[in-house]
Every structure is written in structure tokens, then in C-alpha cells.
């Protein structure tokens, strides 16, 4: 469920029209509700709440400041990934005891930040790692919190760019060699404080098998981590996956209640019911890193097509968002849907590339798809787009990175301004 609909015949965000805002602050635009933001988070807190647990939303997926704001005031904790990202989080107003540290190559500097900080924990993805952060703890006089990152060896089924919990990808402690770990580490690194077991083996989960195989693979581990080392935590991860194909209908019950259950994309209330039974009587804090599920559907990014191009083989739409603003259908072969602002009405259709000004070929959010007719000069949105959008966007050929908007009602508020030409060359000497 999400924000975006047609009301009186234009796409609207809550009660803002689309339109109107691409007209004030031009385009191309991110646009998120926070409806939606906060209806998933709560729903997420809600399918959980049969087990001790606690969200930490996993910050990658979208750092703009008040996005971070809203869910530290819902109550969430944090995933981070980078000294950066704990930055954000402390400037947003968020707690960095309620946060985790994940990522394969901390740094020193990131490590002593982190540590001054007092994060909840530090999710460590090597021997080498764990080691290195007992010295510096020991260095500053401090005890590090900790968990390794097990890869429980899981296909998930998901891009092979995002697959995670697989021994062939670089993620985690093979399961195999965890249980060793923690008894040396128990012994030898006295500025370690074991506190829990890590695990995420993918994003863009669209079936619930992969998460309960994992989860039964790991529950005797975790049980006799707790019982020889006493720790309290087992994070499960994030990787929740959300509608892409038919992103705007997806917006209503009606659509979720028009599928079978066979049908019906991975909703969180199964998510609830499928691992919570599994994981009530561990006697272990849960604790979730969703990322693209809360924001994921919370967002579109708004564009306007400058011209049309027909080739002998292809008609092409070039708008004036690109690669370097939504990477995703270039990095992972991504399905954005595509919609008009204006809401079509006389069922045409053609079948076009839409493409970006980014010199590459691989500047498209669409190929040899039917879409309803649009033309120079209208604008249209590209769904989906709040997770892994605007974080991943770039200034490849000089473009300005785009303004971002929050929704909440009718009220919209710039959150981020849009880049000008000297925020280009800013920093260069
Ligand atoms: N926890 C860890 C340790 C992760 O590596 C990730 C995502 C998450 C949590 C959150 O996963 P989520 O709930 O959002 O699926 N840029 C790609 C996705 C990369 C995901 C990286 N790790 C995309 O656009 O599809």
C-alpha cells in the first residue's frame, strides 16, 4: 500500500498533486509521502510484535535527513553502513546506542567514531575484522559490542548483484565456522563484547522460503551462541521485497485482495506470521534492517520528457531524469513502472524506450515496453523509486543532482534543494 493515486484525473501524492510540485520545483523530482513511510514502519512493528524486537531500518536505502527524522520519532534504530551514515543519524536526531554497524571494510577512523558514539553493536564480517576492532577498543580503553555476520549459504533468489547469503558472495562468516569464532574470540579478545549474531542474506526477497530456510538453518547456532556466551541480540536483516510491476495499482487493498494467495507478492503480515512463531521462544532481542520495504513504495522520482525520437527500429522518449539520478534499471536490469502524471484515459498505447541525456546506452528506464501515449512537454513518474534512488545518484556528466520533496497531506516540503552549477565544483582546488 502507498501514497500515490489519481484523483480528478492527476497523480497525487497523499493531497499534493504531482503536477503542481514538478511545476514549482521543476524536475527531475523526488517526491516520498510520509504516510507511507510511517504506515510501514508501524505495520512492520506490528507483524513482529509477538517476539521482543526492534527495527533498525537499514539507512542505505534512503539518508535524506528527514526521512531519518520521521522514523527516529516512530522509534526506529539504525543500520549503518559508514561513518557517514551514523553522521546522518546523529544529525537527524537519532539514538546511536539504538544502532548497528554492518559493511565488510570498516575503517580505522569509522571504527574509533563509532566506538566514541557508543553503538549498540558492530557487525563484523571477518576474523580479521573482529581482531582488528579488540586492538583499537583496547586503544581508546573502550569494550566494542559485537556480532559476526553469519552467511548461512541460502539462495536467495533474488539479482545476483544483491544476493548476499551465498558462500560465493563476500558477506559473512561461512555457518560452518562461527561457533569456533565466538569461543576464540571469547578467549583472546577480552575488548570484545560478544553481544549477538548477524545474518542478511539478500534484497528484494519477493518469497518468504529463502527467509524461513535461513532461519531454521541458524536457530540451533544462535541457541547454543546464547546459552555458551550468553548474547542477546540475532539480527535476521532486511531484504523484504516490494512491488515493482504494478507498483501504482499495488497502492490500493483492492489489488492485494484481487490475488490469490499463490499470486499475492510477499506481504509483511506473512513475513510476521511465517517467522515470528519460529523465533518468539529463543529468548533473544530481534532485531529487523529493513531498508527498501519502508521507503521503497514511499517514493516515485518525477520527470518530464523533452523529446521524441523515432527510429527505423525503436521510438524513443528522452526525459530529462538519467542514469546518474535512478540507476537501478541500468545496474540491475530494475522494473520501474512508468505512469503519467495525467491520467490516461483513451486506452493508447505504444511501445517505446524511455531514456535519459547520459551519453551511454545503458541510460534507459525502459525498453520495448507499452505505455499509455505521453509527449514532449508532459511529465511522468517512475515508480517505486524511494529505495536505492536518489541515494544512488551521482553527478556522472556534470548533472545536478536532483531537489527532493516530503509529502505529509497537503503539505509539501523541500528536504533537499536541488543542486546548482557551483555545488558542481564545490571542494575542487
Ligand atoms: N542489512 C544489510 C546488512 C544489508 O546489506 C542490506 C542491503 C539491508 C540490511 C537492507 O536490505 P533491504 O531491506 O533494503 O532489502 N541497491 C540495491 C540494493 C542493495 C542492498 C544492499 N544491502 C537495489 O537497488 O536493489
Known amino acids: 500500500m502507498h501514497g500515490f493515486s489519481y484523483k480528478n484525473g492527476e ?9 503542481s510540485l514538478a511545476e514549482e520545483y521543476g524536475t527531475p ?6 504516510g507511507t513511510i510511517t504506515d510501514h514502519y508501524t505495520r512492520l512493528d506490528k507483524a513482529l510484535s509477538g517476539v521482543n524486537h526492534e527495527v533498525a531500518y537499514a539507512v542505505k536505502a ?3 535527513l528527514s526521512v531519518l527524522r520521521l522514523l527516529a520519532t516512530k522509534g526506529a534504530g539504525f543500520d549503518i553502513v559508514s561513518g557517514g551514515e551514523l553522521f546522518r543519524v546523529i544529525k ?6 539504538h544502532c548497528t554497524f554492518a559493511g565488510v571494510g570498516k575503517t580505522r577512523e569509522e571504527i ?4 566514541e558514539q557508543g553503538i549498540y553493536s558492530f557487525n563484523v564480517e571477518s576474523e580479521e575484522e573482529l581482531r582488528y576492532l579488540n586492538e583499537v577498543a583496547k586503544e581508546l580503553g573502550k569494550i566494542a559490542p559485537a556480532a559476526v555476520r553469519v552467511n548461512p549459504n541460502v539462495d536467495a533468489k ?8 551465498k558462500s560465493e558472495n563476500k558477506f559473512g562468516v ?6 569456533s569464532l565466538y569461543d576464540r574470540a571469547a578467549t583472546e579478545l577480552p575488548n570484545i563484547k560478544l553481544r549477538g549474531l548477524q545474518m542478511h542474506i539478500g534484497s528484494q526477497l519477493t518469497s518468504i522460503d529463502p527467509f524461513i530456510e535461513a532461519v531454521e538453518k541458524v536457530i540451533p547456532l544462535v541457541t547454543a551462541l546464547k546459552a555458551k556466551h550468553g548474547i542477546e541480540f540475532w539480527s535476521i536483516g532486511g531484504g523484504i521485497g516490494i512491488v515493482y510491476q504494478d507498483s501504482l495499482q499495488s497502492g490500493t487493498p483492492d489489488w492485494w485482495a484481487s490475488k490469490n494467495e499463490s499470486d499475492r507478492p510477499l506481504t509483511i503480515e506473512k513475513y510476521g506470521q511465517e517467522l515470528v512463531p519460529r523465533l518468539k521462544d529463543l529468548g533473544l532481542k530481534i532485531l529487523l534492517e529493513p531498508g527498501r520495504y519502508i521507503v521503497g513504495n514511499a517514493g516515485v522520482l518525477v520527470t518530464r520528457c523533452l523529446y521524441e525520437k523515432k527510429g527505423s527500429a525503436k521510438t524513443f522518449k528522452i526525459v530529462d531524469a538519467g542514469m546518474n539520478d535512478l540507476i537501478r534499471p541500468a545496474l540491475y536490469e530494475g522494473h520501474h513502472e512508468i505512469v503519467p502524471l495525467t491520467e490516461p484515459t483513451d486506452g493508447l498505447t505504444a511501445k517505446v524506450d524511455v531514456v535519459g541525456p547520459i551519453c551511454e546506452s545503458g541510460d534507459f528506464f525502459c525498453q520495448d515496453r507499452e505505455l ?5 512537454g508532459d511529465h511522468i513518474a517512475l515508480m517505486s523509486a524511494g529505495a536505492y534512488g536518489f541515494v544512488m545518484a551521482s553527478n556522472y556528466n556534470s548533472r545536478r543532482l536532483p531537489a527532493e520533496i516530503l509529502v505529509e497531506d497537503d503539505d509539501a516540503t523541500v528536504i533537499r534543494r536541488r543542486q546548482d552549477l557551483e555545488d558542481l565544483i564545490e571542494g575542487e582546488l
Open 29 to 34: 523530482l523526488y517526491v516520498y509521502s510520509a
Open 372 to 376: 499509455p501515449v505521453f509527449n514532449p
Open 11 to 19: 497523480l497525487y501524492c497523499e493531497n499534493v498533486s504531482l503536477q
Open 174 to 179: 561461512d555457518f560452518e565456522a562461527i561457533a
Open 62 to 64: 534512503n539518508s535524506n
Open 112 to 115: 574509533i567514531y563509532a566506538l
Open 92 to 97: 537527524a536526531g537519532g539514538d546511536p546506542a
Open 158 to 165: 533474488t539479482h545476483k548483484y544483491i544476493s548476499t547469503g
